[in-house]
């Protein structure tokens, strides 16, 4: 199986801040990476699929790179809705496997 | 819109079983391919199973190989989870999700509570 580690943890920063979340997988799989957004309470967002492309509707402020074994997703200008757990999912191959996510908490 | 609406969920004791349902509406649904998550309370997304568009591929986590099945039936464009042999450790939210161009997940149901203990 493929083990994904995101880094890290959690993460404290303030509205307009620039943040940067890393995925790494534990073997190569290529472009075969997905972010998602979860709110409290909430089902799950795609935000980034095939590691950069953005989903429709979701804001410009978010950004996917990476190929291989490492990857990020950065958000440009942080706002209040941003304030949420995200997390990395390889698409390579079964059993598909989520990264343990990443809480992102109000400085 | 498109949208996915799980049901079935509740109390069950351990060894117990339960069926989960899936009812799905705004697409297509016989075109795409179909998969179960599930996130136990306070932790992280955990895939459960995938089925393909025609039901012919199918797959399984490890944690579930043998207790649980999934099915769907197109003609009422429904996705369900057969779960059997039910372990305190499968107490979760389950979500139904489609498969979204690759292997990734778009959109997610609100999903439904399952909850195991005597």
């Known amino acids: 199986d493929i083990q994904m580690t995101q880094s890290p943890s959690s993460v404290s920063a303030s509205v307009g801040d620039r943040v940067t979340i890393t995925c790494r997988a534990s073997q190569g799989i290529s472009s075969w990476l997905a972010w998602y957004q979860q709110k409290p309470g909430k089902a799950p967002k795609l935000l980034i699929y095939?590691?950069?492309s953005l989903q429709s509707g979701v804001p410009s402020r978010f950004s996917g790179s990476g190929s291989g074994t490492d990857f990020t997703l950065t958000i440009s200008s942080l706002q209040p809705e941003d304030f949420a757990t995200y997390y990395c999912q390889q698409a390579n191959s079964f059993p598909l496997t989520f990264g343990q996510g990443t809480r992102l908490e109000i400085k | 819109e498109v949208q996915l609406v799980e049901s079935g969920g509740g109390l069950v004791q351990p060894g117990g079983s339960l069926r989960l349902s899936c009812a799905a509406s705004?697409?297509?649904?016989?075109?795409?391919?179909m998969n179960w998550v599930r996130q136990a309370p306070g932790k992280g997304l955990e895939w459960v199973s995938y089925?393909?568009?025609?039901?012919?591929?199918?797959y399984y986590a490890d944690s579930v190989k043998g207790r649980f099945t999934i099915s769907r039936d197109n003609a009422k464009n429904s996705l369900y989870l057969q779960m059997n042999s039910l372990r305190d450790e499968d107490t979760a939210v389950y979500y139904c999700?489609?498969?979204?161009?690759?292997?990734?997940?778009?959109?997610w149901g609100q999903g439904t509570l399952v909850t195991v203990s005597s």
């Open positions: 705004g697409f297509t649904f016989s075109s795409y391919s």
């Open positions: 095939a590691a950069s």
């Open positions: 999700a489609r498969e979204s161009m690759g292997r990734w997940f778009d959109p």
């Open positions: 089925i393909s568009s025609s039901s012919s591929t199918i």
